[in-house]
């Protein structure tokens, strides 16, 4: 049941983990499928790039494919 002003972060951090990528935007939510195929490769490829030059680096840093991130909280 959808709020008359919309969904809230605190709604969104109240869902259930159901194993889905679920987005907040404006106010909806919105379902996204993970990444598949070729865009799932090059996203693997790149994070292997990129953590083999930080160590090549010397930096002391992680590198992953996916992170959540909350904008304007």
């Known amino acids: 049941m959808a709020h008359a002003a919309g969904y809230t972060v605190d709604d969104w951090l ?3 983990d159901s194993g889905e990528r679920i987005e907040l ?3 909806s939510f919105v379902v996204s ?3 598949m195929g ?3 490769l090059c996203a693997g490829g790149l994070r292997t790039v990129l ?3 930080a160590k090549a680096a010397g930096a002391d ?3 992953v494919e996916a992170v959540n991130v ?3 909280v």
């Open 51 to 53: 953590a083999s030059a």
């Open 14 to 16: 109240k869902l259930p």
């Open 38 to 40: 070729l865009h799932a």
């Open 61 to 63: 840093l992680v590198v």
């Open 25 to 27: 935007i404006d106010g």
């Open 33 to 35: 499928p993970a990444a």
């Open 70 to 72: 909350a904008v304007g």
